[in-house]
């Protein structure tokens, strides 16, 4: 079976500019979450989407918006892109409603770089 | 606020030299701690969940231990392909979110 999916794989954008990544998540996983890597740190979580409805938001701003779709792929959106969004921005699904099978796999991240 | 802080930031070690990583944590209701791998560039691969105190799990060369407020990842006799970044990570009841620590890089020298 395959993995979590993202893509694009890498982006270079610049100030000011909009970004849309994309995620699909495992087959049968009904759960995405996103999460913003910065180098040298560990994941920052950003949103949590189960059945198309948003179940999380971690402390960003509001440029950054997300989508679940009717097949449980998911979109990340960034408006008004800032120096400091760039980073690698992680895909996570999951089972969501087993307290014992909750645990979260990781897609291999897009590498966004604002210029 | 849930807060996970891992050490040491990085450990270098020779080739079959065992150590043992430490993440400390605080977490309003544990429902899960998670260890991940992370090679550089690419995303977190998940290892292991600890449930409760005492727990124990193992795989390969790695066990992970859990007690009411650490983490130990257990490394016996390591071979360079166990250089990574080990991750570590909370998750509390009836939450979905991820609170991860900052990692220890580890480097194993043949």
């Known amino acids: 079976d395959a993995g979590v999916t993202q893509s694009p794989t890498h982006l270079i954008k610049t100030r000011g500019q909009q970004v849309t990544l994309r995620c699909s998540p495992i087959s049968g996983h009904k759960s995405v979450s996103w999460y913003q890597q910065v180098l040298g740190q560990g994941p920052q979580f950003i949103f949590q989407?189960?059945?198309?409805?948003?179940?999380g938001r971690g402390n960003f701003p509001d440029r950054f918006s997300a989508r679940q779709f009717p097949n449980y792929s998911s979109e990340l959106n960034v408006n008004a892109l800032l120096l400091g969004d760039s980073a690698l921005y992680l895909c996570?699904?999951?089972?969501?409603?087993?307290?014992?099978?909750?645990?979260?796999?990781f897609g291999p991240g897009t590498r966004l770089t604002v210029l | 606020e849930d807060q996970v802080t891992q050490s040491p930031e990085a450990l270098r070690l020779q080739e079959g030299e065992s150590s043992s990583l430490n993440c400390s944590y605080t977490v309003s209701g544990l429902r899960g701690l998670f260890w991940y791998r992370q090679d550089p560039g690419k995303g977190p691969e998940f290892l292991f969940t600890l449930y409760s105190a005492g727990e124990e799990k193992e795989k390969e060369r790695l066990k992970a231990t859990i007690t009411k407020k650490e983490s130990f990842l257990h490394i016996t006799a390591p071979k360079p392909e166990d250089s990574a970044t080990y991750l570590c990570?909370?998750?509390?009841?009836?939450?979905?979110?991820?609170?991860f620590g900052t990692g220890t890089r580890l480097t194993i020298i043949p």
């Open positions: 990570a909370v998750q509390a009841r009836g939450n979905e979110k991820l609170t």
């Open positions: 996570a699904s999951s089972l969501e409603g087993s307290p014992f099978r909750n645990e979260q796999f």
């Open positions: 989407y189960y059945e198309k409805e948003e179940r």
